[in-house]
């Protein structure tokens, strides 16, 4: 059954991305030497993990690619996947029945994004205005597409972003943030964990198992929808009173 949004402006769709780290050896010498002295000065450590390093730069804006977005439209309680591959047309997704599927490459991903997303009313995500959107933005500058609107806009106002992490931390005034999975377990919401996390998609994407990547970042986009259900009658009205 369509679950319609009563708080936000609609269409409310909740998106998640999946980004995969470049190899150590695409990196050019000087970001290399200035990525190894930033993380000197972060750890006080005199030498750097560089393995460890290298496994975290999906987490350095410029230093991954975009290999999935996935998208769930609340109204219409229908889920979809941008994924890297080839075609660029919209077809059944096999893996997760009532899903669909388009594929290309970054680009095209991209573009298809913000073709969508101007359509939208409010986004939802889970730290997607401190990891998401900035990544989205500054990744579709890089590569020429021109971002459609703006994700990281005024922090305090939930009704064209709503990023469940602010407002799990109350914006600000608690010190500690938690997982998405954690929140889903406490709210009851089915955890969008399973046989893969986040720390595999650049060995996945390697190996070019995108439908894996693509499964993982749909059940997280859906996981994310289905906390904001949970949320939009109880804490959600508290901040648009702001």
Known sequence: MAASSKSLPGPVVAFDIEVAGLEWEEVDEASRHYLMSRERRRSGAESVDVEALQHRLALVRGMGRVVAIGMWNMDKDQGAVLVHGSGCRWEEFDEMPGTRVYRGNERELLEEFWKLAQTWGAV??????????????????????????????????????????????????????????????????????????????ASKARDGHYDEIAEYCLRDTRATADLFRRLEGTLVPLFLQQ
């Open 124 to 201: 939802v995500t889970y730290n997607g205005r401190a990891y998401d959107g900035p990544v989205l933005m500054t990744r579709s500058a890089m590569l020429g597409v021109a971002p459609s609107r703006q994700l990281c806009g005024y922090r305090y106002r939930v009704t064209d972003h709503c990023d469940l992490l602010d407002l799990l931390n109350f914006q600000g005034a608690t010190r500690d943030s938690y997982s998405l999975d954690y929140w889903c377990r406490r709210f009851g919401v089915e955890s969008p964990k399973g046989k893969m996390d986040g720390s595999m998609v």
